[in-house]
């Protein structure tokens, strides 16, 4: 057995990796490094029930304490690592100690991309990427009558969904021509539009933001247009990028994302897994790396298979879902590049399914309040495209 593993992060992909280490019999050292002072929790809650409900911490933990203890998973929790000696096979810390490694494991997630705008450190302005943001974000939002929300993705369409149902007014300012449109075609994307506008969000399309206004805190926002729009909190939802700067600094390929092979092995004995992660999809024929949970638990059950000797490639049909007021979206497969597209079912009723074809090919599909259409897209996604391997 190894000197141990050791797993920077200590997130859904690190908590996947010691768990299904633990069930394949490693009976070695599993030491888990993580910044923030939590045992591993998910994250989708964060902008949907943990945001609205303010429950507490202990319903995001994926694990109780015990379970750590029990499997013995070292857990060093409120301990950034600051770099990293591949040749000497340790990791230093910021306090400053040192601590070896067998195998390495970055599993460090994303971080929110930086908005170099005027204002943008004034009190008042938010991201959502974890729990200690919502600790911030949710006594300034319980003060708060409007909200202007800065991006139209999942996220920031979910943060809009939770305001509207609290009564407070939400403005959504997304630079593309349609909210979700990196992640959802022009039928769904229309569909998320009219329900928010619906149940009152001001939607604001093609608008790019030119700062962030207030004096010592934000008060509002200026768009390239010169328009105005007061708010007592500012949320910037406009996406992430991988934590890959230890790697970088090591001299590991990097493409925002640890770039890794099949076996989610960036160098020998260095894994990457989860968010940020690089790895070619030989389904859809390019590098990609994926934020969601289907990929943080899939790739570093993957890790843990190869670590333990018994190498199975990686090659998913990616699949990610979202919860907007009653209506649960879930997208499988990648939108790349599609030729054809057919909705099926009525969109007004609320309940439909989109595919997406490439030469034929089922690529993706998103569903609407429709589980059954996306487990069945599922399936036949990963028939048309074969996985690595397969004829
Ligand atoms: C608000 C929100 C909502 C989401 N909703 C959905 C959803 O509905 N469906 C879905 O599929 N996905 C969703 N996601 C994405 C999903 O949560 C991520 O894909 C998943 O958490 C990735 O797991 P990970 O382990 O790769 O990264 P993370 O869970 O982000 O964990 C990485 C950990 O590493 C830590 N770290 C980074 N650098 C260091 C360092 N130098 N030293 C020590 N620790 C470090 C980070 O602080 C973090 O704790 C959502 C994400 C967010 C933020």
Redesign the pocket.
């Known amino acids: 057995m190894s000197a141990g593993v050791l797993i ?7 908590a996947q990796l010691a768990i299904s280490l633990r069930q394949s019999g490693h009976d070695g050292v599993i030491r888990m ?4 002072p939590y045992a591993p929790y998910q ?2 809650p ?2 949907k029930a943990y945001l609205k409900e303010k429950a507490s911490i202990e319903t995001l933990l994926l694990r109780r304490d015990s379970y750590w203890t029990d499997h013995k998973v070292q857990l060093e929790l409120g301990a ?2 600051a770099a990293v000696d591949l040749a000497r096979k340790q990791v230093g810390l910021r306090d400053g100690r040192s601590v070896g490694y067998g195998t390495l494991v970055f ?4 971080r929110a991309r930086d908005l170099p705008l005027p204002g943008i450190a004034l009190p008042g302005v938010f991201s ?3 729990i200690d943001d919502v600790r911030r974000l949710r006594p300034a939002l319980d003060d708060a009558r409007r909200i202007v929300i800065v991006g139209g993705g999942y ?1 920031g369409l979910e943060v809009a969904a939770v305001m509207r149902q609290e009564g407070r007014e939400a403005v959504v300012v997304e630079a593309e021509d349609r909210v979700m449109k990196r992640v959802a075609g022009e039928v769904v994307s229309g569909f998320f539009d009219t329900l928010h506008r619906s149940r009152g969000a001001d939607i604001r399309l093609r608008c790019r933001l030119a700062s962030i206004d207030g004096d010592g805190r934000a008060t509002g926002i200026t768009l390239a247009s010169g328009e105005r729009i007061a708010a007592d909190v500012v949320l910037v939802a406009t996406g992430a990028r991988a ?1 890959d700067d ?1 790697a970088v600094a090591a001299g590991l390929q990097c493409e925002d994302g640890v770039v890794v092979d099949d076996l989610a092995r960036s160098a020998p004995d260095v894994y990457a897994i ?3 992660a690089r790895f070619f999809s030989h389904r859809y024929g390019r590098k990609i790396r994926l ?4 990929n ?1 638990i899939d790739q570093a059950k993957t890790a843990a298979d190869a670590i333990m000797g018994q190498a199975k490639p990686y090659d998913p049909v990616p699949w ?3 919860d907007q007021y009653e209506i649960k979206l879930q997208i499988t497969g990648l939108l790349d590049g599609f030729d054809a597209c057919e909705t099926i079912g009525d969109p007004a009723g609320g309940k439909f399914s989109v595919e997406y074809r490439k030469a034929g090919k089922l690529i993706a599909v998103d569903a609407i309040n429709d589980g059954r259409a996306h487990m069945m897209g599922r399936r036949r996604i990963a028939a048309e495209l074969p996985e690595i391997g397969a004829a």
């Not at 920077?8 to 690190?14: K, L, M, P, Y």
Request: net charge negative.
């Open positions: 920077v992060g200590a997130g859904q992909a690190a490094i993580g910044d923030e994250r989708p964060l902008s950034p690592v599993a460090t997630g994303t959502l990427r974890k996220i934590n230890l989860g968010d940020c934020e969601c949970v289907q943080a990610f879902w979202s």
